[in-house]
C-alpha cells in the first residue's frame, strides 16, 4: 500500500477537485459539506433532491470503492461516545463560526483564491497540527 498511497492520493484529489468543479459548472452551487447539509435541514424549494442524491452518493462510494480493489483507511477505534460526541460538536461549532467546512473553504475556496478561505484553511490546519502533537506528545 505505501508504494502506491500517493498515486491514490492524487487520483482522490482529482476527483474531489473534479465533483466540485462538476458541481459549480452544472448547479451553479459549491460543494461544501456543510452548507449542503444546511440545506437539506433547511430545503429552500428546488433544492432538496440535489443535496440529498450529494450525500447518498458520498455515502454509497464508501460501500463501492471497496468493491472495485481498493483499500479503504482503517478507522481508528472509538474510545469513548462521549468524547465522540463533544469531537462532533465542536466541530459543527468551528464549521458555523467559519462560515463553512474544510471541503468549502480547502476545496472550494482555496481554488477561487478567496482570502477568507485561505485563512480559514490555515486555522484548520494549524489545528489539526496541534491536535496530532499534543495526542502524540501529550
Not at 40 to 69: D, K, N
Not at 124 to 130: D, N, P, S, Y
Amino acid at each position: 500500500m505505501m508504494e502506491t498511497w500517493p498515486w491514490q492520493a492524487l487520483l482522490g484529489g482529482m476527483m474531489l477537485g473534479g465533483s466540485a468543479v462538476l458541481l459549480l459548472l452544472f448547479n451553479g452551487r459549491v460543494a461544501g459539506i456543510s452548507g449542503i447539509v444546511a440545506g437539506i435541514l433547511r430545503p429552500q424549494p428546488g433544492e432538496f433532491s440535489w443535496r440529498l442524491l450529494f450525500l447518498i452518493g458520498m455515502v454509497c462510494a464508501g460501500w463501492i470503492v471497496p468493491l472495485l480493489g481498493f483499500a479503504l483507511p482503517q478507522s481508528l477505534p472509538v474510545s469513548s461516545l462521549g468524547l465522540l460526541a463533544v469531537a462532533g460538536l465542536l466541530v459543527g461549532m468551528g464549521t458555523k463560526l467559519a462560515n463553512g467546512c474544510t471541503s468549502g473553504h480547502g476545496i472550494c475556496g482555496m481554488g477561487r483564491f478567496s482570502k477568507r478561505s485561505l485563512v480559514a484553511t490555515l486555522v484548520f490546519m494549524a489545528t489539526a497540527f496541534a491536535t496530532v502533537f499534543v495526542r502524540v506528545h501529550g
